[in-house]
């Protein structure tokens, strides 16, 4: 008796459309056609048939990678996106930071402490300087 093996799921099966490929092969497949097949006929001459050839390849393997390339159920361009994000929009390092309401109170009491010593330790350098100079002027 005939054996079929149903996948558990359905979500992960895939329409063909025509040859067994799916619309976005189909797609893939049709663009490598149109770049890679006029690039090997117009550099057949000039550059032989092995490197024009080897040019096809690596002008083609792009566009096949698009098509068939799938992890997770996510295609290529997808994760190519998210691994943009990930390395160039956001930086590298995040640390942790939280909105401290009681720091900018603490800066502004440290200021106005260290600001009205500062003052008065200029005051007491300046008349000491001041007395110095007068002391001079008597001798």
């Known amino acids: ?3 079929v093996q149903v996948p558990k799921d359905l979500t992960r099966v895939k ?3 025509m040859f067994n490929l799916t619309k976005r092969q189909l797609i893939c497949f049709g663009t490598a056609g149109v770049l890679g097949i006029p690039a090997y006929f117009l550099t057949k001459g000039p550059l032989g048939t092995t490197f024009a ?3 096809m390849i690596i002008i083609v393997l792009p566009a096949f990678m698009f098509g068939v390339y799938e ?3 996510r295609p290529l361009e997808k994760i190519l996106m998210s691994v ?3 390395k160039f929009q956001r930086p590298g390092v995040r640390p942790y930071q939280t909105q ?3 720091g900018a109170i603490q800066k502004k009491i440290y ?3 260290v600001l009205k010593l500062y003052a008065q330790e200029s005051k007491d350098v300046s008349q000491k300087t001041s007395g110095k100079a007068r ?3 008597r001798n």
Do not use: I, S
Request: no cysteine; charged share 40%; hydrophobic share 30%.
């Open 111 to 113: 200021e106005k402490e």
């Open 84 to 86: 943009y994000r990930q």
């Open 53 to 55: 050839a080897m040019l």
């Open 71 to 73: 992890k997770d159920g």
């Open 100 to 102: 401290n309401m009681y």
């Open 1 to 3: 008796m005939a054996y």
């Open 15 to 17: 329409t063909k459309v």
């Open 135 to 137: 002391r001079k002027k």
